[in-house]
């Protein structure tokens, strides 16, 4: 299922061009060109959420999907990119067009570009241990894996933080997924809960299987990057609402629109927080959701 999932996020490359959307025309030149490298049903939220807010700022006029990252940034004011491969794409070119962009899974792609700004999908780890807190108030003992590539002040900050709301942090980094298993086993007797942080190169649909396996057969409670990792198997997960993130990414292009250069607007998180929980896993493991908590959730 969690393989489904990945696949229809990050799939083959399918452009727009046959997307029907009355307000938008094709291949007319425009100020704002927007381009993905998906048609997905989340991809596709986030573009209504962009132009819901390009609409009510008078500007949906102005708007034109395009098909090829020459195109997004030829003859534009600013351009809308969605998708890693198509902000590679539109990278390569080495243009200084305006450009916000979001749904990214590897967002170091974007590191000393000036004229780009967005929203990443991932939370900051304050708000994920604040809802990990809430949500698992009896799980203190939190451990996670990470890539050691350069993250020494990430991890130092996770700890600072995590010490403020009572909970201690076990941290091992896996420099070869080969080593996954040993990895699991070793945390898996120092925690007693596994916060899967948004890191690609360790979470992903091959190591799905086997981080899922464990932590449900050993009854640790997994927190989850994704809701199809709670689908999957996961207890709990953060989890985005793609039509406001657009509505977010349409707030920084009508700003840079007005005068505003992007690198004076800081890549944002989701402003719009919420989550997911699995009562089936946690009724396994004999952990229990508090009412508010299973109230709040968007699927449980």
Wanted: charged content about 20%; overall charge positive; hydrophobic content about 45%.
């Amino acid at each position: 299922m969690l393989r489904s999932s990945f696949s229809r996020g990050f799939g083959s490359v399918v452009m727009l061009a046959g997307l029907l959307w009355p307000q938008i025309g094709i291949g007319e030149q425009a100020p704002v060109h927007v381009y993905s490298d998906s048609q997905s049903r989340a991809y596709q939220q986030v573009i209504n959420g962009f132009m819901a807010t390009m609409q009510s700022n008078g500007l949906s006029s102005e708007v034109r999907r395009v098909d090829s990252p020459l195109t997004a940034v030829a003859s534009a004011k600013l351009a809308l990119v969605l998708g890693d491969k198509a902000a590679s794409q539109v990278l390569a070119i080495h243009d200084q067009t305006p450009v916000v962009v979001t749904m990214l899974s590897k967002p170091a792609l974007l590191l000393g570009q000036s004229h780009i700004t967005g929203v990443r999908l991932s939370f900051s780890m304050q708000e994920e241990l604040t809802w990990i807190s809430k949500a698992f108030p009896a799980q203190t003992d939190v451990g996670f894996l990470y890539t050691p590539a350069g993250d020494d002040e990430k991890i130092a900050a996770i700890r600072q933080f995590a010490q403020g709301i009572g909970i201690h942090i076990h941290a091992i980094a896996l420099t070869n997924l080969k080593d996954l298993p040993e990895a699991l086993r070793v945390l898996g007797k120092r925690a007693d809960l596994i916060w899967g942080m948004d890191d690609s190169r360790i979470l992903n649909a091959k190591t799905a299987r086997t981080i899922l396996a464990y932590t449900l057969k050993h009854k640790i409670p997994f927190v989850g990057p994704s809701a199809a990792w709670v689908r999957a198997g996961a207890a709990f997960a953060l989890v985005r609402d793609y039509e406001d993130i657009g509505r977010q990414c349409g707030l920084l292009a009508t700003s840079i629109l007005q005068g505003a250069e992007p690198d004076q607007l800081a890549f944002q998180s989701p402003r719009k927080l919420q989550y997911m929980i699995n009562t089936r896993v946690t009724d396994m493991m004999h952990i229990s959701f508090s009412e508010e908590i299973i109230r709040g959730a968007v699927s449980r």
